[in-house]
Every structure is written in structure tokens, then in C-alpha cells.
């Protein structure tokens, strides 16, 4: 069935944002990945179909971000659904993080989110509807060793999805925040194969005994982006495996 609506996902060329797109590609939501590899990012958009386009930025470059949805503004007349889920992650003992790397971090993971949101939410203001939905992570609750900025970035993106939920619930504009546990794509799956005492010691604090599927962020996020949720505003969904329980 034609929905008629148009969504944009960060990172949607790869792990979790690849899932996401696929996800509302299916649904026959027309999708605009945007990636900052070329190859990598033409192939997920083949491999997604005709719901599919693409725009090669990086979004650590905010000058472009206005022009960038002003064009998918021109082009589709709306923009109903924002996911913001590119991020980057760096594992680095606390006293060999140099300035330069946190703020990369910093700039990558929030302040492009804040300024990706603030373009896209004026559209959304004039249409009186639109849904955010942003990707955190466990590591903003939780004391996770050797990530200082990741965990700082995904603390600050729960707040900011709690305070852009107040400014843009009287425009009809939903934010909400998926939190994942750990979930098998390159950004976890690496740094656990590569450290199996680590791995073991996850699997045993996660209730459910496994690794989180791309597919079960998807699916999370669809929801979220969906009329099933319009009653649901600055909210933080954990899809976890339970890990955040505390078991
Ligand atoms: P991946 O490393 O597999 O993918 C990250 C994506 O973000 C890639 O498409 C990457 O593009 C893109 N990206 C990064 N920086 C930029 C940039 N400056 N401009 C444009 N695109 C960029 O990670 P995941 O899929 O695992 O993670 C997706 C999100 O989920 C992240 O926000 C992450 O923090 C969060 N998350 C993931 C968890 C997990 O277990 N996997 C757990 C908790 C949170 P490119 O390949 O070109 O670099």
C-alpha cells in the first residue's frame, strides 16, 4: 500500500540505520539515506529498492545540512519522518583522549543531530506533523569503561530529545529516543569478537542471553515513526535484551 510519506535516515548505508531504512522502505515509505561513503552508500541504496534514495554528506559539515532538506523539501513537498542514527564511537583509555577526538565525537553524535532536527523540524512546524526519532545508547545510563565522549554524546541526546519533545509537541511534532543494549553490527559486534572475556561478561548481565538484531531496532523505530505512536512524546525506549534492568 502507497503511505505517501517521506523519511530521512543518518547512516543509513550501514548496521542499524541500513535495518532502519529497509524497515521503511518496506512499509513503502519513500527513504532518503544520507552516508558520507559513496561506494558503500550507492550499494545500500540498490540493495533497498525503489523506496530508496540517497545523499552523500557528511554531516560533521552542518554549512550544507539547510540546503540538504531544503532540496528534499523541493523535490517531495514533505518530510514526515527524521531518524537520527549515524554515530561514531571511539574505545580509548581516559587519559589518552585528546580534546580534538572528544569534540569529533561531540560534533558527530549531537550537534549535527541538533542541527539536522532544527532544519527538518521547520518543515515539520509548517506541515503541523512529523516524527524524530533519535538513537542513543545503554552508555548513557550506564558507566561504560573508556568511552568518555560516546557516553556523554548519547547522555545529551536523551536530553535533547526530552526538550525538543516540549518545544515541538505544539506543532504536532513527535521526539522519541531508541536506546539499543548491544546489537550485532560492526560497532559492537568488533569490539566484542575482539574481546571474548568482555563478551561473556555482557551476555551474563543481559537477561534475554544474546546479542540485540538490527531488525529489532527496525522495528522499534517503525513504531515510533508511526501513527501507532501518536499519543507517545519524549520518550527513551531500552531494546536491550534487559540488560538495563540491572540484572
Ligand atoms: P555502524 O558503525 O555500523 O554505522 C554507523 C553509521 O553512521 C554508518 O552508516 C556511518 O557511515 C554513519 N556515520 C558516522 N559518522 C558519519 C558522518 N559524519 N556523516 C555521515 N554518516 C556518518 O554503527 P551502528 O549501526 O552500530 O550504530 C548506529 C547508531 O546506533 C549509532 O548512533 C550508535 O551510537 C547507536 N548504537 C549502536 C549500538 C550497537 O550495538 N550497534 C548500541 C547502542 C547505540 P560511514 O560508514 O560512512 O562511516
Not at 141 to 161: C, D, H, N, R
Request: charged share 20%; aromatic share 6%; proline share 4%.
Amino acid at each position: 500500500m502507497k503511505t505517501n510519506k517521506v523519511a530521512i535516515v543518518t547512516g543509513g548505508n550501514a548496521g542499524l540505520g541500513f535495518a532502519i531504512a529497509k524497515k521503511l522502505c518496506a512499509e513503502n515509505i519513500r527513504t532518503y539515506i544520507i552516508g558520507r561513503n559513496e561506494e558503500k552508500t550507492k550499494l545500500a541504496c540498490e540493495a533497498l529498492g525503489t523506496n530508496a534514495n540517497y545523499i552523500l554528506h557528511d554531516l560533521t559539515d552542518l554549512s550544507k545540512i539547510p540546503d540538504i532538506i531544503h532540496h528534499i523539501k523541493k523535490k517531495e513537498g514533505h518530510i514526515d519522518i527524521l531518524i537520527n542514527n549515524a554515530g561514531i564511537n571511539m574505545k580509548k583509555d581516559f587519559f589518552e583522549v585528546t580534546t580534538s577526538e572528544f569534540q569529533d565525537i561531540i560534533h558527530t553524535n549531537l550537534t549535527s543531530v541538533f542541527v539536522i532536527s532544527r532544519e527538518v523540524a521547520s518543515v515539520m512546524q509548517g506541515q503541523l506533523k512529523g516524527s524524530i526519532v533519535n538513537i542513543s545508547s545503554m552508555a548513557a545510563i550506564y558507566g561504560i569503561p573508556q568511552v568518555p565522549a560516546y557516553s556523554a554524546s548519547k547522555a545529551a541526546i536523551e536530553g535533547l530529545t526530552r526538550s525538543m519533545a516540549v518545544d515541538l509537541a505544539p506543532y504536532g511534532i513527535r521526539v522519541n529516543c531508541v536506546a539499543p543494549g548491544f546489537i550485532k553490527t560492526n560497532m559492537s559486534s568488533k569490539a566484542l569478537d575482539n574481546d571474548p572475556d568482555r563478551k561473556h561478561k555482557v551476555l551474563s548481565r543481559t537477561p534475554l542471553n544474546k546479542l540485540g538484531e538490527p531488525s529489532d531496532i527496525a522495528e522499534a523505530v517503525f513504531y515510533y515513526a508511526s501513527e501507532a505512536a501518536k499519543y507517545t512524546t519524549g520518550t527513551i525506549l531500552p531494546i536491550d535484551g534487559g540488560n538495563s534492568i540491572g540484572f
